[in-house]
Every structure is written in C-alpha cells, then in structure tokens.
C-alpha cells in the first residue's frame, strides 16, 4: 500500500514509518516539523535503506493536503500530527483545538473526496478517564481532564459520525497506552523539547546527568507500592499495531487499545531502569500531580483476537532502547 503518515517525523511516527517500510509499504510523510527535526527522516532512511517522499506542510492547509492527494495515489492513511502536551493545553487551549481538530477534519474531507477509504486514527487511553481497571473499548467513555484529551475524546467521536454515513470508510481508533523506548538501533527516539513531562524521557534525563533527580508525584495512590501504575509499551510494539491495523482494516469503525495489559508502578520503572541499564536514577517523593489518575493498564483481547496483535517487548527492553537512545543522542 502507499501510505500518507502526517506527523511521520514525530516520536511514534517516525517508528511507525519503520515498521511500515519493513513490511513493504510505501510511505509518503508529512509533518509541518513543530515539533520534530529533519535529521530523523535520514535516521529513517539510515535503518531501512528506503526513500520515503516528504512534504513540510501543515495538515490545518487544506490546500496543501489537497495538493498531495493529487499528486500520489494514496492507499490509505496514519494520522499522527497534533500537539500533544497536556499542560501547555490547559494553557493553549485554542491553538491545541485548532490544531489537532482541524487537521482531522481536513484530513476527513481531502480523503473524502479523493476517495481514500483507510484512516487509522492516533487516539489515547486517556479517553478513558478514571474508568475501572483495566480499561475495554466498549466501556462509557469518561470526560478527560484537559484540553489536549478532549481533543482526543471529540476527534473519535467526528471519526464514528463520519463513517457511519459513509459505507465505504474504514476507520480505526488506535487508543495508546503510555508509549516509551526508542528502536533498537538507537538512531530514533524521543526526544522532548525543554524538560519533559513524561515519565522516561525524565527518567533518562536524570540518568544522563542532565536533570538532578526525578520527582515522583505521590505515593499514596490505592496501587501496590503507592505510586501511579501505567501500562508501557515499547514503541516498536506500538509501531507494529499500526501495521497491523492497516492491514486489517474493514468498513466500519474499529477501536482497539494498543497497550501490553500489564501495569508497571512508578517505582517499578524506575527499579527496572536501573537494573537493565546499572545506572542509578535520583528520585525523591513529592505532591500528586493534578490530573493524574491511580492505574491506567489495558484489557488487550481484541486487538489480539481481531489483529492478531501483540505488545512483544518487556519493560527491560523498553528501559533498555530508552537509554541507549538517550545516551547517544545530541541535541
Ligand atoms: P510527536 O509530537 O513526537 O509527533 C507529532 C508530530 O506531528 C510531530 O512531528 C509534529 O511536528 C507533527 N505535527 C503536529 N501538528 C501538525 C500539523 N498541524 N501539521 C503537520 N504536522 C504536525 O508526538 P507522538 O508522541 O509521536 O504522538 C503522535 C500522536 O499520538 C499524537 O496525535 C499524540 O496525541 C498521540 N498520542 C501520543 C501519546 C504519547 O504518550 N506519546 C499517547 C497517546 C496518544
Ligand atoms: N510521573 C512522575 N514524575 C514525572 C513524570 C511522571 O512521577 O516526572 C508519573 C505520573 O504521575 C504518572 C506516571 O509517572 O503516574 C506516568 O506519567 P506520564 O506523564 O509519563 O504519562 P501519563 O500517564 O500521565 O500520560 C501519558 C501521555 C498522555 C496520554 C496518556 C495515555 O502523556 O498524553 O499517557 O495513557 F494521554
């Protein structure tokens, strides 16, 4: 298939068009680089030894969506580009609005008109909210608490409407649990603008010498040692689903978690961290942070009955590509 992957440069992106191009895909990224460097697409090209076509365009341009579709024949489509920082939404709501809504509509529209009938959706477990664990797709939906996952939460639901009226589309809502690791090359990874809000960017920051010590943010949650519990994925795992949601896909509306079912506290992580890499991690117990919840871990039996899919890595592994990533990584 030719596939267009916006937001291809990005974290998850860049290893999906990986795992695209390993399995004979054609790819065609587009990214407006907002937040994502250049140089990947070469680390990309690096790994497979295949060329990829790019365009620098931001997905709100119709216009030059449009332009794209007239050029190529596009088999189907990955959509990756949005802002994804949940407290720069709390402060920039509109911009996260705009942007992450308005890329879905355009992107909708174009392949509506072009007649492209696969569009593989980037969702999150945070449309969830604080739901029994584990979470399973068919469960109520939660309001979120942030601008950013209400922007998830809303892009489902225009996704589901627009299918339904249309026959022909096929649509998955791909919900990620908390993505981590890097490829095992080393040559791609995360890599955040300014501190990072996330948990292992932090932790491999604090490893590196880079920030002093990770703060971890309560531990007196209902969870076996206090701390948060979260379902990690290695991001190559998460890449494969992908893959195999593209390859799946049927009309109609499809969601499936993509998460490995197992829940991994923070101090967990932490412990596995410096185990797989003999590295100590600094860290001392501060407040909760607002807008957390206890456990997120996903109930993983449909993507594995309906995609035959599952998360393969472990969390060694996961801590393992994180840092060698990290460790090699200039900025
Ligand atoms: P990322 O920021 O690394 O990648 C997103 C890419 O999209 C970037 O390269 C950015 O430059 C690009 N982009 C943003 N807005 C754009 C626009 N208007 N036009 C063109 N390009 C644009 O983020 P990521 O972690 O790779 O996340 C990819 C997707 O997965 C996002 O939609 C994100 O919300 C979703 N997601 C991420 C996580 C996570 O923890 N990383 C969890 C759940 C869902
Ligand atoms: N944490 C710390 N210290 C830090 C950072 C995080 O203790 O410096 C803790 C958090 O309190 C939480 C856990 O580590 O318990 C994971 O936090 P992350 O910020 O890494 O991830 P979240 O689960 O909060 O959110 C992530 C993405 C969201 C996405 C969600 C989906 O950031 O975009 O996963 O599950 F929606």
Redesign the pocket.
């Known amino acids: 298939m030719q596939v267009l992957v916006?937001?291809g440069?990005?974290?998850?992106?860049s290893h999906t068009v990986v795992s695209l191009l390993e399995a004979g895909h054609s790819v065609i990224v587009?990214?407006?680089?907002?937040?994502?460097k250049i140089e990947t697409l070469d680390k990309i090209k690096q790994i497979t030894n295949k060329d990829i076509i790019f365009y620098q365009?931001?997905?709100?341009d119709e216009s030059a969506v449009e332009n794209i579709f007239t050029n190529h024949s596009i088999d189907g489509i990955i959509h990756?580009?949005?802002?994804?920082a949940v407290s720069e939404s709390v402060e920039r709501p509109l911009t996260y609005y705009y942007?992450n809504l308005v890329?879905t509509l355009v992107l909708v529209k174009v392949c509506q008109k072009y007649n492209v009938n696969r569009f593989v959706f980037?969702?999150?477990?945070?449309v969830y909210g604080d739901n029994k664990v584990p979470f399973v797709e068919s469960m109520n939906l939660f309001p979120t608490t942030n601008p950013y996952g209400e922007t998830?939460a809303i892009s489902e639901r225009i996704l589901i409407d627009i299918t339904k009226a249309n026959p022909a589309f096929s649509l998955a809502i791909l919900r990620?649990f908390?993505?981590v690791g890097a490829h095992e090359s080393g040559l791609i990874g995360e890599a955040p603008n300014g501190i990072p809000n996330?948990l292992m960017p932090y932790v491999t920051q604090v490893a590196k010498g880079k920030l002093n010590k990770l703060r971890v943010f309560g531990n007196d949650y209902p969870t076996t040692d206090g701390t948060g519990v979260r379902d990690f994925i290695h991001v190559t795992d998460l890449a494969e689903g992908h893959v195999a949601a593209l390859d799946y896909l049927t009309a109609g509306t499809h969601i499936y978690n993509l998460g490995t079912g197992e829940g991994t506290s923070v101090l967990e992580l932490i412990h596995a961290f410096e185990v797989a890499n003999e590295i100590k991690v600094p860290y001392e117990i501060v407040e909760r942070r607002p807008g957390d919840i206890a456990s997120c871990y996903a109930d993983t039996t449909k993507a594995k009955q309906e995609l035959g899919w599952v998360a393969k890595r472990d969390i060694i592994e996961m801590c393992r590509d994180a840092w060698r990533f990290e460790k090699n990584y200039k900025e």
């Open positions: 916006t937001g440069v990005g974290y998850i992106g587009v990214d407006n680089l907002v937040n994502s365009v931001d997905v709100t990756f580009a949005g802002l994804k942007n890329s980037s969702s999150s477990a945070t998830k990620y908390n993505p996330n």
